[in-house]
């Protein structure tokens, strides 16, 4: 049996005996599963959440460990009505648009919802690097930085006059649940890609590992695109079916079935 913690719960985990999985939450409520499925950063699984080590392989621990993540912040203001669409009378065309700049903001993005409804601005969407400069600052701070920048490149534009509510941020490598954007694989670690993105195939595993199953975009093909974690949750479905005794329909086969069809290749890494 094993255990997993949810929100923030120490020391909870998931920890095995016999063939169940033991789940315990933030209240110390201790439930068994037949099979559990896991789709937070799998980093959360070095820290946040008590994982028995039994119920994953040595290279797999490995795998997780390398899981390398992009950085990623975003700045947000309510404003009172989309004013970037007003007509620059110098040149009739918007007075501000979807920016791109190697400054600062990097990306800024605009919605609207109507003429004469509220619009939100996301001031700044950066990567990386980028994020790591504002992460220091306070919510005020970042605005008044990002405000500053936005001035040199649209001097004839007043934004801070149409702020109503905010700045919102959030820088994804110190949210404590994610501790990073999404994943980014490095040079090398395509072998460390393919254990995750395969560890939903548990015939003839370590009875141990079986019936707890990594998914989302960690474990992800095309990781930091949400179609790339939907795929990993359909290997997830299939695997806890195969766990669970049951079968697809010959006429529908799942990802499993057709594993050594569309496997990604095991390279010859050294
Ligand atoms: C900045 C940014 C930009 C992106 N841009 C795009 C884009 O343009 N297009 C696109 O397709 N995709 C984009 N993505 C990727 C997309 O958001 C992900 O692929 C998708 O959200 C992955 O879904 P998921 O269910 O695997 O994980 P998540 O959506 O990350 O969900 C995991 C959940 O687990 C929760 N959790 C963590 N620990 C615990 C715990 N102990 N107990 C219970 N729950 C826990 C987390 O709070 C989180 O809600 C972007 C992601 C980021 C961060």
Redo the contacts with the bound molecule.
Sequence with gaps: MYTL???D?LPIGRRRTADVVRVTDESGEEREFPAVVY???VW?LLN??DCDPSLLSTPLWTAVERTHYMG?S?LFVLVDRPFWRDADPATGHDMMSMTLTDRMPRGVYLFDDGPDRPGVMCLSYTWNDDSLKVATLSAEERLETLLTKLAAIYPDVDIRSHIIAGPLTVT?ETEP??MG??KNNLPGHYRYQRRLFTQFMQDGVDPAQQGFFL???DV?WT???????VTTALNAVWGVLRHLGGTTHPDNPGPGDLFDTFAPLELPYD
């Design positions: 913690p949810l929100p719960a789709s937070p950063h959360t946040r959440v990623a975003k994804w649940r994610f954007a999404f998914c989302g975009d992800s990781a930091g695109f949400a179609e790339g974690a």
